[in-house]
């Protein structure tokens, strides 16, 4: 009789155990959101030590695939402030440097708003204490643009994917590059539909050589 038993549990769980440990999908983040990113990077120039730092409001919509960065850059012991627009249907962005002349330049990179397909799933944790915690999911991003090399290890929330933060290793335009990013106080919504208007510096914006851009402001959440 206790054979029987145990016979039945271990069959029980043979059928449960597979379903628990599928993996999640990728998944793409709210449709409309803003938050707060702060970016630090070491890069290598012809073998050459340099730090970037850039701590932005970040405002993403799906819907009009469009990206408004505002805030202060800093590159060793430079720093200004910086605004940035990235309009992926159009396949453009621009960037204000200091309250200077708008650069306008090719986007090369992939709309940035979910977990790529190609992506690798490295596993859940949770972070905090009790019911002071959230459940996140872990994945390896492999990036092969024309700007961007290499792989972006990246965390967002289980139930809703609203980046939490990632470490990116790799490249960005030949120039060797490690960069950790951080993002709090998301939140649903754009309060201000204006930041995706094109300001009026940028309208006659010419475009801007590839090799001229700043790998810098190479800004990505995937």
Request: aromatic share 8%; with cysteine.
């Amino acid at each position: 009789m206790k054979m029987k038993t145990a016979i039945a549990v271990f069959s029980v769980l043979i059928i449960v155990v597979p379903a628990m440990s599928q993996p999640p999908q990728p998944c793409c983040t709210p449709p409309q959101w803003e938050g707060n990113v702060a970016q630090s990077q070491g890069q290598n120039v012809a073998g050459q030590g340099h730090r970037a730092a850039q701590i932005m409001t970040l405002s993403m919509d799906a819907n009009l695939k469009k990206v408004a960065h505002r805030g202060q850059w800093y590159y060793d012991q430079q720093q200004g402030t910086f605004q940035l627009l990235q309009d992926f249907k159009a396949g453009v962005q621009y960037q204000i440097t200091n309250g200077g002349p708008c650069v306008k330049s090719k986007l090369t990179q992939p709309w940035m708003g979910c977990i790529p397909k190609t992506s690798k799933f490295m596993g859940s944790a949770v972070l905090g204490l009790g019911d002071d915690s959230i459940k996140v999911n872990n994945w390896a991003i492999f990036m092969n643009s024309s700007s961007l090399m290499g792989t972006s290890y990246t965390q967002v929330t289980a139930k809703d994917c609203v980046p939490i933060g990632s470490t990116f290793q790799g490249s960005a335009k030949g120039v060797g590059m490690m960069s950790v990013q951080g993002v709090t106080n998301v939140s649903a919504g754009i309060k201000d539909p204006s930041v995706f208007s094109l300001p009026a510096s940028c309208q006659k914006a010419k475009e801007a050589d590839e090799k001229d851009k700043d790998s810098s402001m190479d800004i990505r959440l995937f």
